[in-house]
């Protein structure tokens, strides 16, 4: 007789539907209606949300001011390196035509500044910005110490070539009474930025925990001069100088600057009138044939002014409309030519 | 290894270690493992950076450490290289050590061997050439030996080749006189000193030519005093045997065809596309150095008085070169490491599924199927030829006898259910046979007919059993339990006399004399008069008996053509009515033997035997005398009926070669057996038929009749080709013309190659190649006969070489595995004794019809599978290092990364699902305060994710990019389904439309085949045992041979050794020479 294996496990394979390869499969079947019903759906979704974008985006006002020319004597001031310690101011007057209603935000924008360029993007110490270790220098080259082998803070290309015009906007009233129109320059961070990425060694006495430290060589003051005034808003939590530490992506970039304070007359917005950018112009742009702009503008609930994603959205509906009539024709010729051909 | 001079012979001198370390021969130790302990780490590792992918990837990481130009932190390379690297050799490392263990096993065990004059146990490794080893019954052969004696009468004894040719009846050797007479004596043996000097090591299983030196005479040695390493000792008690090659020289271990490293196309393809993507890199590589050079001289000149950079000491050209390392290193990606590990892992889950299923689960022996190689499931689905062993794949290897035809009548056929003659199903009934005491129960007849008939005391079936009973070679033995055991040279025979027992007509036992027959309960004796043994020319064997009754009878089987032009002028009508049975028998695939008798009266057999015995003692013409003798006696038979035996094929075999052949499968068979044997299974499998224009017989015996008979079938093919399509001969010329050397497809008509392995050497030599591959490939089936291991595993070399098929080899024994092993699948028969063949298989299971579902499912999802996920891979790659490339021309080709990409190889190499979940969870991880804590500098991406996915308009653009990447695709495929629809997609159509009618029925009626075929059956065991018998040379001594009336036919034994020699010889020569069987 043979022997029934019973005594040892069985070698039977378990019968689950994994194992077995039955797991419940479905394949999708390209029906008429199916296909037609969903490229219909889709583009009138597509349709109506690039109209509603579209509408949205040219709500938003948005006016660029750009001050490189408009400031030469400035800027010929700055391409030469030597006249760093000279002040340059230049005022620029502008009339708005209409009232901006809302937050309003004010960037500053340059044009032709590499900030990712790998060298440069690489040029920063992530560890001393924490203020774990304010020595940490390492990653900083080619800025990493002075000449008599202090360590710069905060070191690297980043850092030293930050932007440090100031930007101030007066509200002509009238010819003679000039208001200055209330910026907040708290809130201009990410969070984590603020909180996690960019931290103070320690908040007591910032001027000793640097010392034995130097400035960046383009700096006029150390960072824990940045801003005497606010100390949450000084050394490396400075607001401005984590926004400039952001490196942006592509050569042409704004970042922000600051916000609108809607209090007192500018409670609803900017109202029209005449208006002027006071700038203390520290930032050379022309060496690199590099310009430089202010923008105000206003925001959606979907970003900036920028009609492209409205448009493409809208292209996308129609293209979409024109494809699903076309397959309609198809079908309904290729149903005709079966039809006949069963009558025949 | 060792020896660096080519051993042209081999000089060996018995129980003298010490001559025989002079040649340096290789002891009997074998190797199959490929590392040492110590040789592990550097073998493999350098086997491992030999790859591509590997060395690519090792560059890329020294290239990362250069500070100057790595552009992304070093870690990202050398942890999926580290792991890739490691999961390999722990994969070798197991695969070695299961390697060692199988080897330390057969190593290891344990043989007596006789030194210093004292039998001592001795492991299969340390024996040596020249040693003299005692086997045991049942034991494996340790070494190529020559045989010294055995307990056997004149030192003969049976071994089992099954492990070695896939024949499973025994076969016969036996000692030279002089040294049979060492007997077991310790002592003589142990004083042996004689030295054989013969070939070489080499891989002819049939062929030994040496000569043995002992006491200042010279014997000649041939393939029938050697026991082969492989073989099995069988019915001998012991034998001694001395070492003539041992381990690696042994014909087994020549024989066996080296382990390739088998490989996919889908690897080719893969290792094809990397290069081409590798090359892809470096176009892009330069066109961004070029950019960074031009950028670097336009704007970067200005920017830099900005950035302070050591000015003047970088030019931008350098710049440009140091970018292009930086870029090689950034796209990187695209020449994906991950993607060998995950073909890999794919690779595996299918090796899973094929384990896992319970279609492929054969419950009587519980052997589930496995995959025993895990690279290679993609394969499956592309198989073109299939190479297929018959014994134990095809068949069962069991005989049963099946159906017989007496005096007219049809007995064997369940008579009611005309549909279902042939399947005997489980519920009929089997006849009961346990009345009887000396019954094989494993026996089944489903007819009562017959037993009736017995019952009845029909004298023609009683006649036609007791010639089944009686007429055989047949040894028979009695077990511990009494039982009657038969031990039998072709299972066919065994059948026959099996069949005859279990109604009623039992062999018992025989002396060289007599056989002594049980019928219907009565103990019978019968004078064995004469033996007239079976040749390949004469094709039947013949008895000649006297009966208690003092009646000489003639009795006689063999195959029907032969046999039915002996009868007597009287048996016309049975002989119509017998031939239409045979028609019948033969075209279920049964194998057919016609049983005779005849009537002699006591005169003239006496003149006839004295002439005979006159022949014998001739030295002249002997053997035609004897061969005209036996003609003579042989005729005016009277026909008693045929028998119809199945070799049980393997369950579903006709189906699954049904569907593969569907399937655009060619299968060829190569099997050891005889050539009518395998015709005979090719029909039973349907693989030949007899609507088959023509079947082809290639039997020449040397390389001209060879080249010449290709020619003329290569000739015929073409010009019943051009027959059958008259209308279409021009056309069909001009397209020989054009596709001359591109074997034609277009030979309309099936046709059948039937090649045995005498022309097949010839055949596989240089210039006749091409013409027997150019045939082959032309033929619907081809069946190779009377193939060595070697020539299986030449044949299918052959065809991969130059048709470049993806080819699979399934079989079950040692003979199996050089052709296992050089096909690209393997597939062993698992479940079986052997393990050989399932050792070296890539796959493996219980039966040949799994091969369906192995090939049409497993390897068809498989290579499904594997394309769409390499092409989501190349794309997912290629999408994804695209971008550096975009973003190099508004970073002024820096080589800064626009995303942070460290992770990316890491999700590559732990999640290959890549799903979006760990996509996500990974990236808040990334971004996360707790690792930018810990990492500042590695990870400073912080707040990234959270900022980015918090804005509206990201959703806004990853919906709009979805649809935009979606619909065209869907356009796409509708429009396809429409217009161009697949002929899947029409099925599918189909069955849907099925599904909502009422379900179909399945039952196709079953299509019997009618055939003219008549069976040119003849024993499939060769001539030898007829003349052991009536000689009485292989009779234990100790039952004496009881003293005859007749004098009987009386040679001295060493012509009666000679005779055989000689006979076995001519068998060989003959059987080639009936090339021209028209069958």
């Excluded at chain 2, 990481?61 to 990202?76: A, G, K, V």
């Excluded at chain 2, 030295?195 to 049939?206: G, T």
């Amino acid at each position: 007789m043979e022997e029934r294996p019973q005594h040892r496990p069985s070698r039977l394979p378990d019968n689950s539907a994994l194992k077995q390869q039955e797991l419940p499969a479905h394949r999708l079947y390209f029906t008429a209606r199916r296909v037609l019903f969903v490229f219909f759906t889709t583009g009138i979704f597509c349709l109506c949300m690039g109209i509603i974008l579209i509408l949205s985006a040219r709500s938003t006002q948005e006016i660029e001011i750009n001050y490189t020319r408009i400031c030469a004597n400035c800027a010929k001031l700055r391409e030469n390196a030597s006249n760093f310690d000279k002040e340059c101011t230049c005022s620029i007057p502008f009339y708005l035509s209409g009232k901006m209603m809302g937050n309003i935000y004010m960037y500053y924008k340059l044009y032709g500044f590499y900030q990712n360029l790998y060298r440069y993007v690489r040029s920063r110490s992530n560890r001393q910005l924490m203020g774990k270790d304010i020595k940490a220098v390492d990653d900083c080259a080619p800025f990493k110490m002075s000449d008599n082998k202090t360590p710069i803070v905060p070191c690297g290309a980043i850092a030293n070539s930050m932007f440090n015009d100031t930007i101030i906007l007066l509200h002509n009233i009238n010819s003679s009474v000039q208001i200055k129109v209330p910026m907040l320059k708290s809130g201009l961070t990410w969070w984590t930025d603020k909180y996690v990425k960019f931290q103070n060694p320690s908040s007591k006495n910032l001027a000793d925990e640097f010392r034995g430290t130097t400035k960046p060589p383009n700096w006029p003051k150390p960072i824990y001069d940045l801003d005497k005034k606010d100390p949450r808003n000084n050394g490396f939590l400075n607001d401005d100088f984590i926004v400039w530490m952001r490196a942006a992506a592509f050569p042409t970039f704004k970042k922000l600057y600051g916000r609108l304070n809607r209090t007192h007359h500018f409670i609803e917005g900017l109202p029209a009138g005449n208006y002027s950018l006071n700038i203390t112009y520290n930032f050379p742009v022309t060496r690199f044939h590099g310009e430089k702009s202010v923008v105000l503008s206003t925001l959606t609930w979907c970003g900036g002014n920028s009609l492209f994603l409205g448009l493409a959205y809208t292209v996308t509906g129609a293209i979409t409309w024109l494809a699903s009539f076309a397959m309609m024709a198809i079908h309904i010729m290729l149903k005709n030519k079966k039809m006949s051909f069963f009558h025949q | 290894m060792f020896c660096f001079m080519v051993e042209m012979e081999r000089i060996v001198k018995a129980n003298d270690r010490e001559y025989n370390e002079k040649f340096q021969y290789v002891d009997n130790r074998i190797h199959t493992s490929k590392y040492s302990i110590l040789t592990f780490l550097p073998i493999n590792l350098f086997e491992q950076f030999q790859r591509v992918a590997n060395a690519y990837f090792l560059c890329l990481l020294i290239l990362q450490l250069i500070p100057e130009i790595s552009s992304l932190t070093w870690f990202t390379t050398i942890v999926p290289l580290v792991l890739v690297i490691t999961m390999t050799a722990v994969k070798d490392a197991t695969d070695d050590y299961f390697r060692h263990k199988s080897d330390n096993q057969v190593n290891n065990r344990q043989s007596e061997v006789l030194i210093d004059s004292k039998l001592q146990n001795e492991k299969w490794m340390n024996v040596k050439v020249g040693d003299i080893i005692k086997l045991e019954n049942n034991q494996f052969v340790a070494a190529d030996l020559l045989l010294l004696s055995s307990s056997e009468p004149h030192g003969l004894c049976y071994v089992e080749t099954a492990e070695l040719d896939g024949e499973t009846n025994l076969k016969v050797r036996h000692a030279l006189s002089v040294t049979s007479e060492l007997g077991a004596d310790i002592n003589r043996l142990a004083r042996f000193d004689g030295i054989v000097v013969c070939e070489a090591p080499n891989n002819k299983l049939d062929k030994f030519m040496g000569i043995l030196s002992w006491k200042d005479s010279k014997h000649s040695l041939n393939n029938e005093k050697i026991i082969l390493r492989g073989c099995i000792l069988r019915n001998t008690s012991w034998c001694f045997g001395m070492v003539i090659f041992a381990g690696p020289d042994t014909k087994l271990m020549q024989n066996s065809g080296k382990t390739k490293f088998k490989r996919t196309s889908i690897d080719r393809l893969m290792n094809a596309l990397v290069l081409w993507i590798f090359g892809f890199l470096i176009c892009l590589g330069i066109i961004l150095a070029i950019g960074n050079s031009i950028w670097e001289s336009q704007i970067g000149d200005q920017f830099r008085t900005f950035l302070f950079w050591n000015e003047g000491e970088k030019s931008s050209v350098f710049s440009g070169f140091l970018t292009f390392w930086s870029y090689i290193i950034i796209l990187n990606t695209v020449v994906p490491i991950s993607l060998y590990v995950s073909v890999e892992v794919i690779r595996l889950g299918h090796s899973y599924f094929i384990n896992w299923d319970r279609k492929m689960y054969y419950s009587r022996k519980a052997t589930p199927a496995e995959a025993r190689t895990t690279t290679l499931n993609e394969e499956l689905g592309q198989i073109e030829y299939i190479f297929s062993d018959k014994t134990g794949t095809l068949t069962q290897n069991i005989m049963t006898f099946k159906r017989c035809s007496i005096n007219g009548r049809i007995y064997g056929e369940v008579p009611d259910d005309l549909d279902q003659k042939t399947e005997i199903t489980q519920k009929k009934e089997p006849v009961d046979f346990s009345v009887k005491s000396q019954v094989d129960r494993e026996f089944q007849f489903f007819d009562h007919n017959l037993m009736e008939s017995i019952k009845m005391g029909d004298p023609k079936v009683h006649e036609f059993l007791r010639v089944l009973a009686l007429c055989h070679t047949v040894m028979s033995e009695e077990n511990s339990a009494g039982e009657l055991i038969y031990q039998v040279q072709s299972p066919d025979e065994g059948a026959l006399v099996t069949a005859a027992r279990n109604f009623g007509f039992i062999f018992k036992s025989r002396t060289p004399e007599t056989i002594t027959i049980e019928e219907l309960g009565t103990l019978v004796t019968y004078q064995l008069l004469a033996f007239l043994d079976f040749n390949n020319t004469r094709k039947r064997m013949s008895v000649i008996v006297r009966n208690p009754e003092g009646q000489i009878k003639l009795y006689s089987k063999g195959a029907d053509t032969i046999l039915f032009e002996k009868l007597h002028p009287s048996n016309e009508v049975l002989l119509s009515l017998t031939s239409d049975h045979l028609s019948e028998f033969a075209g279920e695939g049964l194998r057919t033997l016609a049983i005779a008798y005849r009537d002699l009266d006591d005169k003239y057999f006496k003149e006839w035997h004295k002439m005979l015995e006159d022949a014998n003692a001739a030295t002249e013409e002997r053997d035609e005398r004897i061969a005209g003798l036996y003609e003579e006696i042989e005729r005016d038979l009277m026909l008693l009926g045929a028998t119809a035996v199945e070799d049980k094929l393997q369950e579903g075999v006709i189906e699954t070669v049904a569907s593969l052949s569907l399937a655009n499968i060619k299968i060829w068979v190569l099997t050891g057996d005889k050539q009518e044997t395998a015709i005979n299974i090719g029909y039973a499998c349907n693989m030949l038929t007899d609507d088959m224009n023509d079947v082809f017989v290639i039997a020449g015996n040397n390389a001209v009749e060879v080249r010449e008979e290709l020619r003329k079938a290569k000739e015929n093919l073409s010009g019943q080709n051009r027959n059958v399509s008259n209308g279409h001969v021009v056309c069909e010329k001009k397209q020989q013309l054009e596709l001359d050397s591109i074997v034609e497809e277009t030979v309309t008509g099936d046709y059948a190659l039937i090649i045995n392995g005498h022309s097949l050497a010839h055949a596989l030599e240089s210039d006749v190649k091409n013409d027997l591959l150019e045939l082959a490939c032309m033929c619907k089936t081809v069946v190779c006969c009377r193939v060595t291991p070697l020539q299986k595993a030449q044949v299918v070399e052959l065809v991969k070489k130059y048709r470049n098929a993806v080819t699979l080899a399934i079989g079950d024994g040692a003979n199996d595995v050089s052709m296992i092993k050089s096909a690209h699948i393997g597939v062993g028969i698992s479940g079986q004794e052997g393990l050989q063949a399932v050792l070296a298989s890539d796959y493996s299971f219980a039966q040949f019809r799994y091969l369906q579902r192995l090939l049409l499912v497993h390897g068809r999802w498989s290579y499904f599978r594997m394309c769409k996920f390499l092409c989501y891979f190349f794309y997912k790659n290629f999408a994804f290092t695209l971008v550096h490339f975009w973003f190099g021309f508004f970073c002024g080709f820096s080589a800064q990364i626009a995303l942070d990409t460290s992770y990316w190889t890491f999700i590559n190499h732990v999640f290959i699902w890549g799903s979006i979940a760990i996509y996500f969870s990974i990236l808040f991880t990334m971004h996360s305060n707790g690792i930018f804590g810990i990492f500042p500098n590695q990870f400073p991406f912080v707040g990234n994710a959270r900022h980015s996915l918090t804005q509206k308009c990201i959703w806004l653009v990853i919906l709009l990019t979805t649809v935009a990447s979606v619909l065209p695709v869907v356009v796409f495929k509708f429009l396809k389904v429409n217009l161009y629809p697949t002929l899947s997609d029409q099925i599918r159509r189909w069955q849907k439309a099925q599904k909502k009618a009422r379900p179909p029925s399945s039952r196709r009626p079953r299509t019997r085949r009618s055939s003219s075929r008549r069976s040119g059956y003849a024993f499939a065991h060769q001539e030898g045992y007829g003349e052991l018998i009536t000689s009485g040379k292989n009779m234990r001594t100790k039952n004496p041979p009881p003293t005859s009336g007749l004098e009987k036919t009386h040679y001295n034994s060493t012509s009666w050794i000679e005779n055989l020699c000689k006979k076995t010889t001519e068998t060989v020569s003959s059987f080639s020479q009936d090339k021209t069987v028209k069958l």
